[in-house]
């Protein structure tokens, strides 16, 4: 114990300036940060922003500094022919880092929170905990990096390393099959926490045995376990599983069925926004939802795509992400994108076709009906929010995380002034939905107090929200996942194909 | 900031592969005979000859051990090891001293092809060059004065 | 030619290593190292460039370990020595790097707790031996100097074992004479082994010598039996001798111009190598035989090495 207090306040002797550059850069940003919860930018919110960037700079340099100081790699250095135990030169370095890493950020976050107007709740410092300890792991790669680098240098390159194989990371992921990501909750936390135990595993042992041309591929190892994780994630398996099928006697959430082309009527086609991939040629078939609950928000997570052709072909898209909002009643363009050959292959003949959703069922029934203010006015479940300049925007700030879906409606009626009527018939509202971000009890960052701007344009350029205007909150609750599908017997693929830049199919119904 | 000045009271020409411990027992036994040393005078302790010889203190303790024992150095109570009454050294065994030097003299002078007659007549002009008397002085059993 | 004579151990070994055999990537440095080396002795690992001494102790000191083959320091496998036992080992090398940032002062004070048997009294003779100046940096320093705080920093503690790799390089001779002071100091209580080039120096301290060569020992033995056994050998003959085709395996380097033969017998007996002379290149006008240096021997040694290699 007193080797580890010693070898500690040695390291404090050392690096006392880093030390106090970087608490001088934490205070700066405590007070230059509430600068960004309004919504005019000024100099001091810039200076936030820019410590944003520069405070993670300024801790990776006091874990490299601290860690390097009794380097591991080599056979050079001083300490290693001294009465050294490593466990204590480890614990040493451990302190060092929660002393002046951990704390101050855990500091200055409950500073932020209090300034906020959140004082800290149990739940509240639950969430800063989890974020300290998403910290602590970010803090352990670098320190497993620094004990198997010789310097600054080596280790600057490393981390431009780190950097090209995220971006690698993530574009391969794209091109492999992925799932659905809620479907997906272990896999996803196994592809971090297996790295991260790998890490601490190897960040120890180089304490112990330095020998770091070891340590050095055994790292390389760990960058690659992600793709192994995804390459045997077993995503059907686990749709399947966290999106059952609905129970026999039970009815899906909403059915939804297949409007065949030139089928008449008049029917306002809530369109799937969709960028045109390059070479990919996108089928578009009509589809229409009904059977919605009251109080009722259908959120389509992921879906799937199963062509059946002649002679026993088969085509299955598998699962795959989608953020697709159902409403009762609506008609909406599903696309479907394949690749020339296959669609040329199958354009001129009647094939089967099977799409299927799976889907989150929320329950609206939450409310918190509240008329804007030109102060600021706290809203439930959510944080203290506040009129923008512009008077369609509403700007909240929240703590730690949002509390899921938000939905903002405004009513028909403005109360601004030289407006009575807003949108253009009856029963029209301003609704804005924002998706959640999901991330556990707390989103990742230095701060934990966030703002978030919901914006309810109707196009009209006239003042929306003033003073009195009634506004209602939405919270919708997620009550139950599950699997729909429609078949589509004898579809002839040509028919359906988006040609043009509007995106409408040739010999659509108008 | 002082170092302690314990002099080394004779001087060892080492040479290169031969017995440390004979050459500095041989530069001690001179230092005696010809009065660099005197009874009574202390004698450097084995720390102290290591040191300023640079020298395998096992062989400092080599070289006091034995100059002990064949009595040339006594250890008294509270001062340490000091010089010993000297025996009279017959010149027989002050020649002996000189072996070395002998033994190397006569094999340069083999190789040159050089006579025992010249030798001892070029021994002869050398002695009366350099002053003292003819004869050799050993009825004092001390060493001729003369230089070094 | 190789020989290796080793002393019956009468008293403990503090190292002893069998059979150690260390493989870099491209060079074997150690192949087979039996080293023995007798409590209290002063043992002199000399070699030439790349024979392995600084590679054997650094496997010694566990900075690294061995391919193959054991080693045990003060009665323990050198893969143990760490922490506690390293409180009685003293080690300097002179290309170990020290915390370049830290004072004199503050170096000895941040090392003194790991030491329980460190010495106040004894850092301050030291400090005033080698006229340490405690109040600069260990960058501004120069390099003698750091060598004498580094060594300082390592006697300091009275170890058992004192372990130097190349303490005279570069160093001017009034550092070495302080630092080989200070050694001998500590020499009465501690075992010394000095591994360097520079055997002048080392040649009066050593009670013990051995010599490395391409990862092996090919002598160790007592100082003085080794300067026992080697001698230059000039032979004056009347005529040009026959030198027949086969010596005998301890000459080494025999060269024959004219009427002289010059040879370095490394097995020397005065009859033995007599007779041996007189019944293999017959009578001769006369007979040297020349004590020599370490430097000599040293010399001797590798050049022999380098013609069998």
Redesign the interface.
Known sequence: M??II?IFR?DV??LWREIAASLALLAIYVWSEPATWGYPETARSSIAAFLTELLPISWWLLVVRVVQ?ESLVG????W???????KKLLAAKVLFIAAFVNVPLLIAQLSLLWLGGFPPTLARVTGILWMQLMWALVLLVLATLAAVTTGIGQMTLVMLGIGAYVALFSFLSDLLPQGVPRAEGIPNALVYAVPLAMCAGIAVWQYARRQTATARLALVGTALTPFLIGAATPHRFLLDRAYPEPAAMQLAPAQISFIPMNTPGNRSIYWQGTTRPEGLVVIQPELHVTGLAAHSMLLADGNRVEIEGPGGFRWDSGWGPDRLRLHDQEYFRFSIMLEPALYERLKDVPVKLRISFAMTDFDTQETHEIDVSEDEFPVKNLGLCGLSNHRWDITCRYALRLPGYIAATSATQSTCPGVDRVGSSEGAKNEIWQPAYESGPAEFGITPVHTINISMMNGTNKPLLCAGTPVRFTFPRETGRARTSVEIDGIQLSDYRRRDDTGVPAGTAR | MCYSTVVIPFHVHFRPGLSLYEQVVYAAKKAMIAGQMRPGDPFPSVRVLSKELKINPNTAHKVVTYLITTGLLETRPGIGTVVAVLPEASAAERTQLLGQEIEELVVEAKKLGISLEAMVASIGAHWKRLGGDDKDTDDSGRGGRGKR | MSTITMKPVTMSTVIRTDNLVKKFRRVDALNGLNLEVPQGAIYALVGPNGAGKTTAI?IL?N??GATSGRAEVLGMDSKQI??????S?G?VSE?????N??RVD?FLA??R???PSWDRELENQLVRQLALPLDRKLSDLSRGMRMKAALASALAYRPRLIVLDEPFSGLDPLVRDELIESMLERAEEATILISSHDLAEIENLASHVGYLDQGRLRFSEEMPALVERFREVEITFDAAPAVPGKLPASWMRLSSSAAVVQFIESQFDEQRTSAEIRNLLGEARSVTFTPMSLRSIFLAMAKSGRDAA
């Open positions: 007193k080797q010693h040695k002797r050392h100081d056979d050079r250095q001083f290693v022919t001294r009465p050294y135990e490593w | 650094k000191m900075i690294f760490s922490g506690k036992a390293l409180t080992i080690y290309n170990q790097q020290l915390p940032w830290v503050a941040y090392l707790p790991f030491y």
